[in-house]
């Protein structure tokens, strides 16, 4: 049983545009969410996280949003550029813990 | 230095076969990580290493056994491997107590098991 759903499996954005991924979480005890950016033939890489006491961060393109009575997380990439594209996984944990679970990832394709 | 290193970048070994994925670090880091990832799937955690010590082992199979020699290195031995083991193995590193909880990955090891 996923704890963590990214129902996307894909999604296209022309430059420019907002891209909007979206990740579902079942477990109400993870307070911690990441995303995730991961480029073939390399490792994720960090983007930017959010704890349960917030419903938003922000960090240049990149924000957060966290609605933990829908158990939902979005992330908003605005403008979108084509070295956007990317796999994007969502992952969550218990603050300073250790295990983190991660979604199964959505491919964005930031067209030109 | 915000890099992971994982050596090497592809491996091919038989069943019979023992060998060693290697994992270095030199950010400070106290926590390391290894993950297995499948083709189209997220990375999977394996093990935790906090301060060299194993603090998690999500019941991977014993073919498997970690290592952390020190704080800046860390190695997964393998031995008798199945193919369903191939996969991408990721290695990360992350402070134990920041809070922030980001990991740095590494661009992983790509098993094949033949």
């Known amino acids: 049983d996923q704890q963590v759903k990214q129902n996307s499996p894909s999604l296209s954005v022309q430059e420019g545009r907002i891209s909007i991924l979206n990740c579902d979480y079942t477990n109400s005890m993870f307070d911690y969410f990441l995303w995730y950016k991961k480029y073939p033939a390399e490792g994720p890489t960090f983007l930017i996280s959010?704890?349960?006491?917030?419903d938003k961060n922000e960090d240049g393109r990149f924000t957060v949003f966290l609605n933990k009575s829908a158990k939902h997380l979005s992330l908003h990439i605005v403008p979108s550029q084509p070295g956007d594209s990317a796999v994007y996984f969502c992952a969550a944990s218990y603050r300073y813990g250790q295990n983190f679970v991660f979604g199964p990832g959505t491919r964005l394709s930031v067209l030109p | 230095d915000t890099e992971v290193t994982q050596t090497p970048k592809h491996l091919v070994m038989g069943m019979t076969n023992k060998k060693s994925l290697k994992c270095e670090q030199h950010?400070?880091?106290?926590?390391m990580y290894w993950y297995k990832q499948k083709a189209k799937k997220p990375p999977e955690l394996m093990f935790v290493?906090?301060?060299?010590?194993?603090?998690i082992n999500e019941s991977v199979p014993s073919r498997f056994s970690p290592e952390c020699p020190n704080s800046s290195l860390l190695n997964l031995h393998l031995h008798a491997l199945q193919p369903e083991d191939s996969a991408l193995y990721l290695c990360a590193s992350s402070q134990v107590t920041s809070g922030t909880g980001e990991q740095y990955f590494g661009p992983g090891t790509r098993l094949t098991v033949t």
């Open positions: 959010i704890s349960s006491i917030k």
């Open positions: 290493y906090s301060y060299e010590k194993l603090s």
């Open positions: 950010m400070g880091h106290r926590a």
